[in-house]
């Protein structure tokens, strides 16, 4: 049934884009490279690919000495986002890009700008409220992290509230393409109210029927151990946007040889939430230890780094608590001297 839905689909976007000029980017900072869409979701473009699976579309790529590892266009170019607005549980007026679930939704594009390492997509909503957003793609400060500033803005004269986001990511990581483990943490932030491994949700936010069939987990910091064709979706709620307001967050795609360097650039880039996945078996994967870990995070949405992510700092209420117990200490120290 999997393998029929993604020939179907992958076909389905094909024969669409065949019909329709679009404007594409594939960037690269050195160590990632990414292929963006005019409507700010990934999988495009054309690029050489020595690892399994030989595909030339680009999604997101770790450059090795011996050719990029892809992670999300071998099989499904499953990847996408999608923004709404929610009214008593419900999600109304919405758009959204995912080429191979659903296409391009109820979207007009403003404009699309790119350079050898940037991209820059705007958007609106053709109908159904007022919304723009803007997905600017371009290096962060650390090499094995691409940042993604993505901002929502109320074009309108009269408040929208619930804003709703979502961005959902088949993974297909060589050498073992549908076979990954996922791990999915920094639940707890206030801005997120669902997560899950199911790479294969549509762009629409909030759409969460057999959300958590794959994997079996949503909802909750987890890590499988059982390899499988395994994804990743975020939906966010930001509340009521006034009129011209904006809400701003950003979004990191991350590519590292193993697991503790991927985690080290999320620490360094400060995620609030996050998923790394790698291959599960087979070939020459191995595992945590690569030879190529993904993952994406995001940052601005109510959370703090969580505290597995290298080098995040401990929160003033810690360092609290920690100063409470080094006094307690010296005093206990003074007595013992006193009464000695």
Partial sequence: MLNRFRFTATAAALACLAGTASAQAVITN??????INQFGDLNTGSAPQVT??????????????????????????????????????????????NSSVGGVTNLTSISFTSTAST??????????????????????????????????????????????YRRVMDWDIAPSQFNENVRISGWGASNLIGSGSNGFLSAEPLDVADGC????????????TIG????????????????????????????????NALLTALGAVGAEVYTAAWCAGGGSCLGTDGPAVF????KGVGGAPPPELPGVVPEPSTYALMATGLLGLATFARRRRTNA
């Fill in 30 to 35: 050195g160590t990632i490279r990414m292929g």
């Fill in 52 to 97: 399994p699976g030989g595909t030339t579309v680009v999604g997101l790529r770790l450059i090795t000495a011996a050719g990029d590892y892809e992670s999300t266009a071998d099989g499904c170019t499953c990847e996408g986002w999608g923004v709404g607005v929610r009214t008593a549980g419900v999600v109304g007026a919405w758009g959204g890009s």
């Fill in 119 to 164: 991209a820059s997509s705007t958007v609106s909503l053709t109908s159904g409220a007022d919304l723009t957003v803007t997905h600017v793609y371009r290096p962060s400060s650390v090499p094995n992290m691409y940042e993604v500033e993505v901002t929502i803005t109320n074009t309108g004269l009269i408040a929208i509230g619930d804003v709703v």
């Fill in 213 to 224: 069939i794959i994997g079996g987990t949503c909802n909750a910091n987890f890590e499988t």
């Fill in 228 to 259: 499988a064709d395994r994804g990743s979706f975020f939906d966010f709620s930001f509340g009521a946007l006034g009129a011209g307001e904006s809400k701003v967050f950003q979004t990191f795609y991350g590519a590292a040889p193993d697991l």
């Fill in 295 to 298: 993952g994406y995070g995001f």
